[in-house]
C-alpha cells in the first residue's frame, strides 16, 4: 500500500534562530505546513521546502503568553490559530502578497517553457505570504486541544469546557459547555439521561472531528475514551450526547479515518484500539487492534511506552503510529502491518551495535501522501550548529519519502493484474518488457480465452492476459519517469492507471493528465497547454482499449463532463468525446465495455462505450444505459472506496444453463466505508428473450436490494475473463481485508452438470493468512502479486567522527521490492476443513499444469502436519488424514509425502506416516512405479525408522533397480550408502572419502579419466568425474582400503552385485552397457573379465554377437558396390593400405591418448598379456606392410598428429575425423591415377562406417577386452570395425605359447560360422574375411597342433619386466623408420612398459588387501 523510499531529508533553516521547533502541522490543502518553536511561528512551502514567513514574539508578549503549544489552520488556509502554556489562543491572519513570488525559476535560453501560461507562477514559485497577529484571546486555564471545525475553532481547557470560537474572534460567539452536562451512555438507544462523567476534574486530553460520523473523537485525562455527537444541528450542552467505549481505560491520543469512519485509539499499552460506530444503536463498536507482536518484535513488542500520536494519510488508506520510546510504524486501515523502525535495519548497526530508535514529538503527511514531515525529538537537547558554509542552520525536521500503490487513489486499478505504484515524480511497474508482450491480439474481447499453459509465453489469449514470465519475470521493477514539463506545472500526481497489457501508462496531476507508452518509450502531453489547465480529473481515469477515460470539471464551462481520448491520435480535446455529467463524479471504472460512474448524489450511473472508426482517427461513443440512485443507502458519498461491476452473482444455477451469460455485467459491488455491498440484477421478474426485443433492453433489469458480503475490506480483485477450465479461480471474488489476510468468495459447482443439492450453498467465503500485502490478483495462475520493503545499512562508509551524524548513518537506505505469494493451499486446506472435498478436486485438478503445483500440496501437507503434531491439546478432528487422502488423487503423491517428511523434523515422522501410509509400503509403491529418485529419498526415512538390516534388503532392491535402468548417479549415491549403513552398524560415522590417491585400485582412474570416453565430451565427462569422485569412492592407499572387518564385508556384498549385473550385461551382449556401467561407477572391468575369460566372457555365438554390436552401436552392416568386380580393391592389396589406413588414422591418436594416461590394471594375471602384446608387435607389423612405396605417404601426417595427441588432449576426439582431412592431401599425391569407380569405393568404404562415437567406444572396449585377454570378444570388435590388424594382432599373440587350445577353437569355429553367415546372409563381409582368410587357415593349424600344460604355470613379474624393455626399445626404432602403416605401436608399447612398472610397484599391497578380505 505505502512503503518507504530511500533516506529521509533534513530541512536546512535560512533563519538564525536558537529554538528547536516542537510543533508542524499542514495546511488543509497541504501546501504550506506551519512550523511552531516556543516563541515563534514559521510557515513553509512544500515544494520546494523553503521558508516563506516567520513571526517571531517580543520578549515581554512571550513572558506574558507563555511558550506556544499548538497550532490549528482554518479549513480555506487564510489563519491560523495558535494556542499557548498560559491560556492564551492567538489568531493569525495569512494575507497573500497578491502577485508576488519569493522564488523565480530560471530557464536556459532557448527553452520552451513560456511565462504567459495561466496559473504559471503559482505552481513553481513560492508565494509571497505576510503573518498578521489579529486576535489574542484568554480562556484562564490551559489549553489540551485545538480542532478546527468547518467555520468553527473547538477549543478544549483543563477546566472540564468546551469552548466553540467564530474564526473572525466575535466574543458573543463563544460558548462553553461544561462536560459534567454532557449525558454519557453505552450508546444512543439506552436512556436520553444518561450517566454524567460524574467527576470534577475530568477534562478532554486529545479530540479530533469526524465529519462523516458528525461528532468528536475524544480522549479523557483518565484514560477513558468517547465519542460525542450533536443531536441536532444546534451545539450546546443540552443537545450533546456522547458514549463511551466500555474496554479502554488508558487512552493517550486519537486519531479519525474520514472515509471508513474509524477512530483509532492510542493507549499506554502501546497498541492502537481501532473503534466504529455502530449505526443501528449508536454504540462504539470495536473494529480491530494495532499492536507489536512477540513473534516479529521480541525485543521491544512491549517495551514501546505509550503511543504517542497518530496520523492518517490524505487518502485514510494508511495510518502513522509512533511511541514514547520513538520509532515510526505504519498499518493498513485494517490492520495490516507495513513498515515498523523498530527492528533490522532500523534498529541494529551493520556491526549489530543498537541504535537509538528515532523519538517524534509532532509529525503531519504532505501532500498526496508522498511525504511525511517529521520534528525529531531526539535534536532537541542538541543546539543547532553551523554548516561549513555558514549559510543555513540543521533544523530539527525530517522529511520521509513515500511511494503508494495507484489503488490507494484510483481503485478501478483492481481489476488489472500488474503492480502500479506511483512516486511524486514516478511510476513503478511491475511488467516485463513491454517489447517481447507485443503480440497479435485478439480484438473481440469476448474471445474465447486458452489455458495458461498452451499460450507462448508473452502472447495472451484475450485481450487482457498477460503471460505469467511477463508478470514475474525478474525482482526488478521498471520505474517510469514522469515528464519534468508536465510535473512542474501539476504536481502532485493524483492518479495513475495502466491497460490491460501493460504497455500504456496514464497520469493525472493538478490539471489536466499525460500518458506514456513503454513500447515506443515516448510521453505525449497536450499540445494546448490552456486545455490542460482547464480540466481537473475528479474521479480518476481507466483504459479501455486504446481509449483512456476519465472523469473531470471543465474550469472554463464550470461543467461535469465524462471524456475519452484515443491514445494513438494528439493529445487534444479535438480528438476526444465529450459527455456532460449531471453531478461531480467520485469514482468511475470500466469493465468489458461499460463504464460505470460514482456521483456525489449518491447514485451510479452505467454508459455504453462502443469504438467508432470513423476517419483517420476512430473514436470511442458513449451512451447512458441506466441509472441506479443508492441515496437510501449510502450515508454519505464520501465513504465510498470503490465501485466495480462484476459478472459475480450467488446464484451459479444460471452459468450452467447459459454460460453466455457468466461474463455480463451481473452485479455491482460498492466499497462503503469497509463493508464491501453486492447489488445484483433481480432475474426474478419475466425475462426478456434476446432475439424478440433490441439487444440493449436486457441491460435495463432493474437491481435488488443491497447485501452485505463482507466487512474490513480494502480492496476487491474480480476479473471479465473466461476460462472453462479454471471457472473456480475466474468466478470467485478476491477481497483484501488488511489484518484478517484475505477473503476469497468462491463459486461451488456441481460435478459432471449434476443437479446442485438444495441445501449446499451456491458459493463460500474462505479467509486465508498470507504474509505480504496484496496489491494484484493472477487469476490463474493461483499467484497474489505484492511488494515489501527492503532496506540497505550504508553506515560503515561514513566516519562517526563528523559533528552531527549523518542520516545515512541513522537511517538505512529504503527500497522497494516485488514480491508474491501462492494461496491455492490455503483454499484447498478451507475447503476441506468444511467436507467440501469434492470442490477441493475439482478446484486442484483445474491447476494441477501449474508448474509449481507440487509445492502447493507438499505446502498443504507441511502446514497441517506442523498444527497438528505439535498441538499441545489432543484435536477432536483432525485434518492430517483428509489431507493425505486428498493427495493420493494426484500422482505427485509420494514425491510429496517424502519431500515434505525430509522438510520437517524427524519427531513428526511417526505423525505424518500414521496418516499417509507406512513407508515401506511407499517405498516399493515407487519402485512399481519406476520412480527411483523419490525410492532413495524413501530410504533415507527407512534408515532414520528402521534397523539396518531393513535399510540394506530397501537398499538392495533400489540398486539392483537402478543398475538395470542406467541410473548411474544414483547408484553411486546407494553405494555410498551401503557402505554407510556397513560402518553404522559397528557404530562408526560413514568415512569422509578424501581425495584419491594413485593406488591398485585406480582401475577407477582408468576409466574415470579415459580420454575416450562415452560422453559426448570427454572434457565435460572429466571434470565432472572430478566433482562426483570423492562422493562415491573408497579413499586413501590400497593397504589401507577397507578399514574394518564389517567394511570389508560391505564391499564384497557391493562387489558380488557389480559382478553379477556385468555377468548378467555380458550374457546379454550389452557391450554398450558395461562400458557405460564400468566407465560411470569405475568398476574395475580389466580385472574382472580376467577372471570371467573362461565362463561369462567366453563368446558362444558369433554371429549373434555380431549382430547384437551392429544394433548396439548403430553400425551399418557393410555391402558390396556394383562396381567393385573389376576392382583392383578386389585383390585386398589396396584394401589393407588405403582403406585399412583411412578408417585407422583417425583414431590412431586415440589410441596413443589413451595409452599415455591408462591406469595400471588390477590382476597379475593380465599382464602376461601386455608382454605377448608388445613383444608381438613386430610380427602384425611385417604381417601388414605393403611394399616400400606407401611408406612415405602415410608416415608424416600420421608422425605429426600422433605427437600432438601424445600430449594426451582429449579435445579432438571429440570432434569429428579432423585426421582423415589430412590423410585425403596425401593420398592425393600418390594415388592420383585413381579412377572413378576406386573413387566411389573409398567413399562407399567410409559411408560403411557407423558414428564417430560409436567407433571411439568400440575401440575403447577393443583396448580392454586385449588388456583383458579375452580374444575372441576382439576378434569380434576387430570384424566389426574391420580391420586386419586387430585380427592379425590377436592371431599374433595366439600364435605364442600361453593360450589355452579351448579359446583357439571357440575362436576357429565362430569364424567359420560368421564366414557361413557372411556367404548366405551379408556379402559384404566376404571381402574382409578373404584378407584374413590365410590367417585363420594358419589359426587351424595352430589349434591342432597345440598341447597346453604351460598355459596354468605362473608368470614371473619380473622376468616379463625384463623381456618388455628391449622390445619396447625395438619398437620404439621401428615406429622411426617403420614399415607399417601402423606406425603408432611404438608409443602404445612404450605406455604399456611404463604402466608395467608402475604395476610391480603397486602388486604388494594388492596382494595384501587381498589377502585382508580372505582372512574376514
Not at 506511483?422 to 511491475?430: A, H, M, P, S, T
Not at 567359420?1312 to 557372411?1318: E, G, N, P, Q
Not at 591342432?1344 to 623381456?1363: C, L, Y
Amino acid at each position: 500500500m505505502y512503503f518507504l523510499s530511500g533516506w529521509p531529508k533534513r530541512l536546512l533553516c535560512p533563519l538564525e534562530s536558537l529554538e528547536q521547533p516542537l510543533h508542524i502541522q499542514t495546511d488543509p490543502q497541504r501546501v504550506f505546513f506551519a512550523v511552531l518553536s516556543p516563541s515563534q511561528l514559521s510557515i513553509w512551502y512544500c515544494r520546494p521546502s523553503v521558508l516563506i514567513v516567520s513571526y517571531k514574539e517580543l520578549p515581554k508578549a512571550a513572558s506574558q503568553f507563555g511558550p506556544y503549544k499548538q497550532a490549528e489552520w482554518r479549513s480555506d488556509s487564510t489563519m491560523i490559530a495558535v494556542s499557548t502554556a498560559n491560556g492564551y489562543i492567538l489568531f493569525f491572519e495569512i494575507p497573500s502578497a497578491r502577485d508576488k513570488y519569493l522564488y523565480e525559476p530560471m530557464y536556459p535560453k532557448g527553452s520552451p517553457h513560456v511565462k504567459g501560461t495561466p496559473h504559471y507562477k503559482e505552481e513553481q514559485c513560492a508565494p509571497s505570504l505576510n503573518l498578521e497577529m489579529k486576535k489574542v484571546l484568554d480562556l484562564q486555564a490551559s489549553i489540551t486541544s485545538l480542532q478546527s471545525m468547518l467555520e468553527d475553532l473547538l477549543v478544549a481547557t483543563a477546566d472540564g469546557f468546551l469552548h466553540l470560537i467564530h474564526w473572525d474572534g466575535v466574543t458573543n460567539g463563544r460558548k462553553a459547555i461544561n462536560l459534567c452536562t454532557v449525558p454519557f451512555s453505552v450508546d444512543l438507544q439506552s436512556s436520553r439521561a444518561g450517566s454524567f462523567l460524574g467527576f470534577e476534574d475530568v477534562y478532554i486530553r486529545d479530540m479530533e472531528y469526524c465529519a462523516t460520523l458528525d461528532g468528536f473523537a475524544v480522549v479523557f485525562n483518565d484514560g477513558r475514551v468517547g465519542f460525542i455527537t450533536p443531536m441536532s444541528s444546534r451545539f450546546t450542552a443540552e443537545q450533546l450526547h456522547g458514549v463511551w467505549a466500555q474496554d479502554v481505560i488508558d487512552g493517550t491520543c486519537v486519531a479519525v479515518n474520514n472515509k471508513y469512519r474509524l477512530m483509532a485509539f492510542g493507549c499506554a499499552n502501546g497498541s492502537v484500539q481501532v473503534y466504529t460506530i455502530d449505526t443501528t444503536t449508536g454504540a462504539m463498536q470495536f473494529s480491530h487492534k494495532l499492536e507489536l507482536t512477540p513473534k516479529q518484535y521480541p525485543d521491544i513488542w512491549n517495551k514501546t511506552g505509550p503511543v504517542k500520536l497518530i496520523r492518517w494519510s490524505p487518502d485514510s488508506c494508511v495510518v502513522m503510529v509512533t511511541w514514547e520510546c520513538g520509532g515510526l510504524s505504519l498499518w493498513s486501515v485494517f490492520g495490516a502491518q507495513l513498515i515498523c523502525t523498530l527492528g533490522g535495519d532500523f534498529a541494529y548497526q551493520s556491526d549489530g551495535a543498537k541504535k537509538d530508535p528515532l523519538k517524534i514529538s509532532s509529525m503531519t503527511w504532505g501532500s498526496e501522501g508522498y511525504h511525511l514531515w517529521v520534528i525529531d525529538g531526539n535534536s532537541s537537547n542538541i543546539k543547532p550548529e553551523r554548516d561549513a558554509n555558514n549559510e543555513a542552520h540543521q533544523f530539527g525536521i525530517l522529511q520521509f519519502h513515500f511511494i503508494k500503490s495507484a489503488l490507494t487513489v484510483n481503485p478501478c486499478m483492481s481489476n488489472q493484474e500488474q503492480v502500479l505504484l506511483q512516486g511524486e515524480d514516478r511510476l513503478y511497474l511491475n511488467c516485463g518488457d513491454a517489447t517481447q508482450a507485443q503480440s497479435p491480439r485478439n480484438t473481440s474481447v469476448h474471445s474465447e480465452h486458452k489455458p495458461s499453459r498452451e499460450r507462448g509465453p508473452f502472447s495472451d489469449g484475450s485481450l487482457d492476459y498477460q503471460g505469467l514470465s511477463t508478470l514475474l519475470g525478474h525482482r526488478h521493477w521498471h520505474v517510469v519517469q514522469i515528464h519534468s514539463t508536465y510535473l512542474e506545472s501539476n504536481w502532485p500526481i493524483r492518479f495513475s492507471a495502466i491497460d490491460k497489457l501493460g504497455q500504456n501508462v496514464a497520469v493525472v496531476g493538478k490539471f489536466g493528465f499525460a500518458h506514456y507508452s513503454l513500447l515506443t518509450k515516448k510521453w505525449k502531453l497536450f499540445g494546448n497547454i490552456t486545455q490542460e489547465q482547464n480540466m481537473v480529473v475528479t474521479g480518476g481515469l481507466a483504459w479501455w482499449n486504446d481509449f483512456i477515460v476519465l472523469a473531470c470539471y471543465n474550469l472554463n464551462d464550470h461543467q461535469e463532463e465524462l471524456r475519452i481520448y484515443l491514445r494513438t491520435s494528439n493529445l487534444d480535446n479535438a480528438f476526444a468525446h465529450i459527455t456532460k455529467v449531471q453531478a461531480d463524479t467520485l469514482l468511475l471504472s470500466v469493465f468489458r465495455d461499460i463504464v460505470i460512474l460514482f456521483r456525489a448524489d449518491c447514485s451510479i450511473c452505467l454508459y455504453s462505450i462502443e469504438r467508432r472508426p470513423e476517419g483517420p482517427n476512430p473514436t470511442a461513443s458513449i451512451q447512458i444505459l441506466q441509472e441506479v440512485s443508492m441515496s437510501r443507502y449510502i450515508p454519505h458519498p464520501f465513504l465510498v472506496v470503490s465501485v466495480t461491476l462484476t459478472s459475480v452473482r450467488t446464484e451459479t444455477g444460471i452459468t450452467l444453463k447459459m454460460p453466455q451469460q457468466a461474463c455480463e455485467a451481473e452485479s455491482i459491488m460498492l466499497n462503503l466505508a469497509g463493508q464491501l455491498i453486492m447489488l445484483q440484477r433481480d432475474r426474478s421478474g419475466p425475462q426478456i428473450r434476446d432475439k424478440d426485443n433490441n439487444p440493449n433492453q436486457k441491460k435495463h433489469l432493474p437491481f435488488c436490494a443491497p447485501v452485505v458480503l463482507a466487512q474490513s475490506v480494502e480492496n476487491v480483485w474480480t476479473t471479465c475473463r473466461v476460462n472453462k477450465q479454471k471457472r473456480h479461480l475466474l468466478e470467485a471474488l478476491w477481497l483484501s481485508c488488511g489484518g484478517a489476510g484475505m477473503k476469497v468468495w468462491l463459486p461451488l459447482f456441481p460435478r459432471d452438470h449434476r443437479k446442485p443439492h438444495s441445501f449446499l450453498s451456491r458459493r463460500i467465503m474462505l479467509p486465508f493468512h498470507i504474509n505480504i500485502y496484496p496489491l494484484a490478483v493472477l487469476f490463474e495462475d493461483a499467484l497474489v502479486l505484492g511488494a515489501v520493503n527492503d532496506t540497505v545499512l550504508y553506515d560503515c562508509l561514513y566516519t562517526q567522527t563528523s559533528a552531527r551524524e549523518h542520516l545515512e548513518v541513522l537511517f538505512p537506505f529504503c527500497i522497494v521490492e516485488r514480491t508474491s505469494q501462492i494461496y491455492l493451499h490455503h483454499i484447498l486446506r478451507q475447503l476441506l476443513v468444511r467436507n467440501l472435498g469434492e470442490q477441493a478436486l475439482l478446484l486442484a485438478h483445474s491447476c494441477a499444469t501449474l508448474p509449481y503445483f507440487p509445492h502447493v500440496l507438499e505446502l498443504m501437507l507441511h502446514e497441517v502436519l506442523e498444527e497438528e503434531a505439535t498441538s499441545r491439546e489432543p484435536i477432536p478432528d483432525p485434518l492430517l488424514p483428509t489431507v493425505a487422502k486428498f493427495i493420493t488423487e494426484f500422482p505427485l503423491f509420494l514425491q510429496t509425502v517424502v519431500h515434505c517428511a525430509r522438510k520437517t523434523e524427524y519427531a513428526l515422522w511417526n505423525y505424518l506416516f500414521a496418516a499417509v501410509g507406512n513407508p515401506k509400503d511407499l517405498f516399493e509403491e515407487c519402485l512399481m512405479a519406476q520412480d527411483l529418485d523419490t525410492a532413495a529419498s524413501y530410504l533415507i526415512i527407512l534408515q532414520n525408522m528402521e534397523v539396518p538390516a531393513v535399510s540394506r534388503q530397501h537398499a538392495t532392491l533400489l540398486f539392483n533397480t537402478a543398475l538395470e535402468q542406467g541410473k548411474w548417479d544414483l547408484c553411486r549415491h546407494m553405494i555410498r550408502f551401503l557402505k554407510a549403513i556397513g560402518s553404522g552398524e559397528t557404530e562408526t560415522p560413514p568415512a569422509t572419502p578424501t581425495t584419491q590417491e594413485p593406488s591398485s585400485s585406480s582401475g577407477f582412474e582408468f576409466f574415470r579419466h579415459r580420454s575416450i570416453s562415452l560422453s559426448q565430451s570427454a572434457e565435460n565427462l572429466h571434470s565432472k568425474f572430478n566433482l562426483t569422485k570423492t562422493l562415491s569412492m573408497p579413499s586413501g592407499p590400497s593397504g589401507k582400503r577397507w578399514s574394518k572387518d564389517s567394511d570389508c564385508a560391505e564391499n564384497m556384498y557391493i562387489d558380488m552385485m557389480l559382478w553379477r549385473h556385468a555377468r548378467r550385461l555380458l550374457e546379454e551382449i550389452k557391450l554398450k552397457d558395461l562400458g557405460c556401467f564400468a566407465a560411470q561407477l569405475g568398476f574395475e572391468l580389466i580385472g574382472w573379465l580376467c577372471k570371467e575369460r573362461a565362463r561369462a566372457a567366453r563368446v558362444e555365438d558369433f554371429v549373434f554377437a555380431l549382430k547384437r554390436l551392429h544394433e548396439d552401436f548403430h553400425w551399418p552392416f557393410p555391402v558390396i558396390p556394383a562396381s567393385s568386380i573389376n576392382s583392383p580393391f578386389k585383390n585386398g592389396k589396396y584394401k589393407t593400405a588405403v582403406g585399412e589406413q583411412l578408417l585407422k588414422s583417425q583414431s590412431a591418436d586415440t589410441f596413443v591418448n589413451m595409452e599415455m594416461d591408462t591406469g595400471v590394471s588390477n590382476t597379475p594375471r593380465s599382464r602376461s598379456w601386455l608382454g605377448t602384446i608388445s613383444s608381438s608387435q613386430r610380427e602384425v607389423d611385417t604381417v601388414s606392410s605393403h611394399g616400400p612405396h606407401m611408406q612415405d605417404a602415410f608416415l608424416s601426417p600420421l608422425l605429426s598428429k600422433g605427437d600432438e595427441c601424445s600430449i594426451g588432449s582429449a579435445t579432438d576426439l571429440t570432434e569429428t575425423s579432423s585426421m582423415v582431412d589430412g590423410d585425403w592431401t596425401m593420398v592425393d599425391e600418390n594415388f592420383s591415377s585413381l579412377t572413378q569407380s576406386e573413387l566411389e569405393h573409398i567413399s562407399l568404404e567410409l559411408a560403411s562406417k557407423g558414428p564417430h562415437k560409436s567407433q571411439v567406444q568400440l575401440r575403447y572396449l577393443l583396448h580392454i577386452f586385449m588388456e583383458a585377454g579375452c580374444l575372441d570378444w576382439c576378434i569380434i570388435i576387430g570384424l566389426i570395425l574391420r580391420e586386419s590388424s586387430v585380427i592379425n594382432q590377436v592371431f599374433s599373440i595366439m600364435q605364442s605359447s600361453d593360450i589355452d587350445g579351448e579359446i583357439c577353437q571357440n575362436i576357429k569355429t565362430g569364424l567359420y560360422a560368421v564366414d557361413k553367415w557372411a556367404s548366405t546372409d551379408c556379402p559384404g563381409y566376404k571381402p574382409f574375411l578373404n584378407i584374413i582368410k590365410p590367417q585363420i587357415q594358419k589359426l587351424s593349424e595352430i589349434a591342432e597342433e597345440q598341447v597346453q600344460p604351460e598355459a596354468f604355470q605362473p608368470v614371473n613379474p619380473s622376468k616379463v619386466t625384463e623381456q618388455v624393455n628391449p622390445r619396447a626399445e625395438e619398437s620404439r626404432t621401428s615406429s622411426g623408420h617403420g614399415t607399417n602403416p601402423q606406425s603408432d605401436g611404438g608409443s602404445s608399447s612404450v605406455s604399456r612398459h611404463e604402466e608395467d612398472k608402475s604395476k610391480t610397484e603397486d602388486e604388494d599391497s594388492l596382494q595384501d588387501s587381498s589377502y585382508d578380505c580372505i582372512v574376514s
